[in-house]
């Protein structure tokens, strides 16, 4: 009886932890020392891409710069379907947006988005924080 009763117990607990775990990965968000918020947003629709970036950073933050890139996915590489964009906001928050039409269907497309946050130093000049690497695939 007292080993039936371990075993439950060992069960009860084990089906508790994986509960725990499971519910909480789900929770699981990118931290983040300088920034707050990214958006890194791609949809296309009858050969129009539709691209959106979103950073939010801390109010000790000076300036961000953003390197977004349209990419096709061809013959095994990642290649640029349109010039690279590099929106850059003097403030602790950016928001970019634009389109880039005439992308041909059947291919997997993705926005490659490399932000960099910067604090102004006492000597004038800016500091790299932190740099953050988001990528939104979409196929079309």
Same mark, same amino acid.
């Given at each position: ?5 371990? #075993?439950? *117990?060992?069960?009860?607990?084990? %089906? %508790?932890?994986?509960? +725990?775990?499971?519910? &909480? ?10 920034? $707050?918020?990214?958006?890194? &947003? ?11 970036? @979103? #950073?939010?950073? =801390?109010? !000790? *933050? ?6 977004? /890139? ?5 013959? $095994? ?6 010039? /690279? =964009? +590099?929106?850059? /906001? ?15 269907? $059947?291919? !997997? ?8 946050? @910067? ?18 695939? =979409?196929?079309?």
């Amino acid at each position: 009886m007292k080993y039936l009763k371990k #075993v439950l *117990i060992s069960l009860l607990l084990f %089906a %508790a932890v994986s509960s +725990f775990v499971s519910l &909480n990965a789900a929770e699981i968000t990118p931290y983040w020392t300088d920034v $707050g918020t990214v958006t890194n &947003n791609l949809s296309i629709e009858d050969g129009t891409a539709s691209m959106r970036v @979103y #950073v939010r950073a =801390y109010n !000790h *933050i000076d300036r961000i710069e953003a390197t977004v /890139s349209l990419q096709r996915y061809i013959n $095994g590489q990642w290649r640029n379907a349109v010039n /690279s =964009y +590099f929106p850059s /906001s003097n403030d602790c928050y950016l928001i970019w947006s634009d389109t880039a039409s005439d992308l041909q269907s $059947g291919y !997997h497309y993705r926005l490659h988005t490399k932000i960099n946050v @910067y604090e102004l130093s006492d000597d004038g000049t800016y500091v790299l924080k932190e740099t953050i690497t988001r990528i939104t695939e =979409y196929d079309y």
